[in-house]
């Protein structure tokens, strides 16, 4: 099978600059949408910015990712020999990093009737004609890597992390959506659900350089766009308010991080580099670079930190929290004072 990665050059060759890109990408972040043809445009963030946040993969190129995977199998090979068949199968035996992903998912989601060599030969099909997946598949594992410390190597992000897993099976669905394939996107997306807990309708469209940190819970609904360099955590949901048709999801901007049990509903949008507090209930617009919290969800700050969602920094604004908290403890809904407050604040 052809894959990407066959070409041998000298190893730090593929760090291209940000002109040299242009040429030789062929879905560069300075002048390209986010897939869909039919749809408003999402942009994805200027190359300056992209490039400076993520290393650029030039299709073509040496890769990086794959050399990192491959070294670090070999290595837990040696100290792990009971692990060196699975990972032989999983990653040395591979050519690419395409081809390994494909692999390992269709091994994950596998049942009596829905073969991994079909699961398989699916994913590699999609996989290994849509570059704009393949850039995704690294710039999101290099997400994982950076952005959660729980991350030990590139490696053990390809083999375990079920919210990568479950992000890139999402993106096979939404190119097989897009071809008319919808009843396979749609089986695909309720295999997602059953072996990984995450639910992302193959419509959704997200951008690249995701995190689902943990995964489990994660819903997105079918006009939901996230955009590029997003964090979500566990529980989160985007989803409508039930009685909305058409375009009824939000609309969450790049750069955002969206913390744990987060219910986002509607057609809203959540501005770039914005941050939803934990178990907030959002039902109303974010501006940018600003905090949201609470039950609902009302603007309490705005944010200093450009992407959020790059530096995890969940405690950031904890004082401020606090005061939203002591607040909604305080406040009745006539607006009287609770008796208890002095107890609340002691």
Known sequence: MACLSRHHHHHRSWLTSPDDMLQRCPLSAHHHRLRDDDAEPIYLPSLSSAYRIFPVYAMGAPDPIWKAVRDEAKLEAEKEPILSSFLYASILAHDCLEQALAFVVANRLQNPTLLATQLMDIFCLVILHDKAIQRSIRLDVQALKDRDPACLSYCSAL?????????????????LWHQGRKVLALALQSRVSEVFGVDIHPAAKIGEGILLDHGTGVVIGETAIVGNRVSLMHGVTLGGT??????????VGEGALIEASATILGNIKIGEGAMIAAGSLVLKDVPPH?????????????????????TMKHDASKDLFTHVATNFIDEKPNGAQNPDRNEVNN
């Open 242 to 251: 039930g009685k909305e048709i058409g375009d009824r999801h939000p609309k």
């Open 159 to 175: 083999l375990y992390t079920k919210g990568y897993h479950a992000l890139q099976v999402h993106r096979v669905a939404h190119a």
């Open 290 to 310: 600003c905090i949201a919290a609470g039950i609902p969800a009302k603007v309490i700050s705005a944010l200093q930190e450009h992407d959020p969602s790059l």
